[in-house]
């Protein structure tokens, strides 16, 4: 059974920093493209980072244009782990943030794919932590 499971969420005040893992059990992690999505309240899911597996010759990282140079994201496939470091959070970061897990081609996950593609082209989700930015 395969599972995901995220930790490292809570509350920070703007300008912190989180850092959100997720591990993985019962798939050969290496081999699979790990993303990090958020979903505000009343908001639709959306993309923040993606990180590919092995079938990529080199790593391979895309970020949203809202969390560049503020997030990375990182993993360790001996440990079955994917990591998200936030930085300089903002209270518009605030959301419940979900690892997923994939094996289709790395091309076909763009960063801003839609919520619907999204749920079916990554094949396992956590089951989200919750980041709140506020004073």
């Known amino acids: 059974q395969v599972q995901l499971v995220e930790s490292g969420g809570g509350l920070v005040q703007p300008g912190g920093s989180l850092t959100l893992s997720c591990v993985a059990s019962g798939l050969s992690f290496n081999w699979y493209h790990i993303g990090w999505f958020r979903q505000a309240p009343g908001k639709e899911r959306e993309g923040v980072s993606v990180?590919?597996?092995?079938?990529?010759?080199?790593?391979?990282?895309t970020y949203a244009d809202s969390v560049k140079g503020r997030f990375t994201i990182s993993r360790d496939n001996a440990k079955k782990m994917a990591y998200l470091q936030m930085n300089d959070l903002k209270p518009e970061d605030t959301a419940i943030y979900y690892c997923?897990?994939?094996?289709?081609?790395?091309?076909?996950?763009?960063?801003?794919?839609?919520?619907?593609?999204?749920?079916?082209?990554?094949?396992?989700w956590g089951q989200g932590t919750q980041v709140t930015v506020s004073s």
């Open positions: 990180i590919s597996g092995d079938d990529e010759s080199i790593e391979k990282t």
């Open positions: 997923a897990a994939t094996n289709s081609p790395f091309w076909s996950l763009p960063i801003d794919l839609d919520p619907a593609t999204a749920r079916f082209r990554y094949d396992f």
